[in-house]
């Protein structure tokens, strides 16, 4: 499958029926394996045999998606989460403990800002927000001997600032430090962190890959490319005790990253998604391709009109000329920005909240990324929590509105009345 190209990856990846087998992935609903010998199921708890134990650490329709998207990725493995949150948690804490910090870009993700901010502080870890405005000199003051890696969004939600992967992949590497990429609402189709020296690519699944808003999940993936014998990460290096001694690095080579996730965190968080899940996820991501090109195409659309109109105040979206982030987009997004542009109505928030109580074929939800065109007002909603400054630094002002144009007809988008 490796050589096939990422549409092919979409459609036939992973799963591979063997002769009489069911065409279609199945659904393993069930939370137990059977073997033939007390011997083997002990060499599964040491790490020592391959093969499912208990579905909360892992399953076999799980591992079909899994490898999927890791394909998709270009990665050594994957991690099908609950949540993108889950995501985001298992990541950082897989590397990161009490007493060290992490630094991130700050402009990300509500939910995973009070992540970081607030249940992480409580945990002892530290996260020090950079701005893309900060020279490297100036962002490098904030790593020091106990920072373990730097985080930033693809496309940042909702600020939809475009990352400048390979400048931060370069800066953390100079630390020895890994980078770590949420790439929800790119996907792999619009851009591949880890040709750009991510090492480690989170999603939210809930996003572009399920796409139809019917699935909560995440997914950690690991590109197999960070050295973690730097003398930094003795958890990856040293005997894990709570399985006999295992050296994820040694017993797992390049996926020592993601082995690891699996067989500690999730085994101790729990934080498993329903074979059920992984099926829908799965379906979705057959038209992932096209999905995406049309979301960035109509987007596209719906953005040069907005433009264009009086009532709207500002449009932002990576790929409009206007974009401060345009030369970004072009290197990092060449082949669309997806679907979600934001922009500010005219009359601040009221009219902004006017606007939206006014759409016929938008719908107001608490998401993005859906197949239908929807609308969200995020600074009385998703980031109602953050303080003026926190809101600000996440690139929201009171009359933006976010839009998630979806894949219907462009015109029936733009046309419809307010
Ligand atoms: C939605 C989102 C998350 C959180 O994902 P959930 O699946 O809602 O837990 C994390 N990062 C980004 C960029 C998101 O858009």
Known sequence: MSDYKIETKCVQGAYKPANGEPRVMPIYQSTTYKYESADHLGQLFDLKA?????????????????????MLEGGVGA??????????????????????????????????????????KRMGVEVRFITPDMSDEEAEK????????????????????VLDIKRYADLAHRHGLPMVVD???????????FEYGADIVVHSTTKY???????????????????????????????????????????????????KARVQLMR?????????????????????????????????KVARFLESNEKIGWVNYPLLESSPDYALAKKYLPKGASGVISFGVKGGRQAAVKFMDSLKLAAIVVHVADARTSVLHPASTTHRQLTDEQLINAGITPDLVRMSVGIENADDIIENPY
């Not at 579905?55 to 899994?66: F, G, H, K, T, W």
């Not at 590397?95 to 992480?120: E, W």
């Not at 790439?183 to 962190?193: D, Q, R, V």
């Open 209 to 259: 890959m399920d796409g139809h808003a019917q699935v909560v999940g995440g997914v950690v993936v690991d590109s197999g490319n960070f050295n973690w014998e730097n003398g930094k990460f003795p958890e990856l290096c040293e005997p894990d005790e709570s399985y006999h001694g295992v050296v994820y690095t040694k017993d797992f080579g390049k996926a020592a990253f993601i082995a």
């Open 268 to 300: 101790d968080f729990g934080s498993i998604p329903t074979a059920i899940s992984a099926f829908m996820v799965n379906t979705s991501l057959e038209t992932l391709h096209l999905r995406m090109e049309r979301h960035s195409e109509n987007a596209l």
């Open 183 to 193: 790439n929800t609402f790119a996907t792999p189709i619009l851009c591949k962190p």
């Open 79 to 120: 991690m099908f989460t609950s949540s993108g949150q889950a995501a985001n948690m298992m990541a950082v804490l897989n590397i990161t403990s009490s007493g060290q910090n992490i630094v991130s870009l700050s402009s990300i993700y509500g939910g995973t800002i009070n992540l970081f901010a607030v249940t992480m």
């Open 142 to 161: 904030y790593i020091d001997e106990n920072t373990r890696l730097i985080f930033g969004e693809t496309i940042a939600n909702p600020a939809l600032t």
């Open 50 to 70: 391959e093969g499912h134990m208990y579905s909360r650490i892992s399953n076999p329709s799980l591992a079909y998606l899994e490898d999927k998207i890791a």
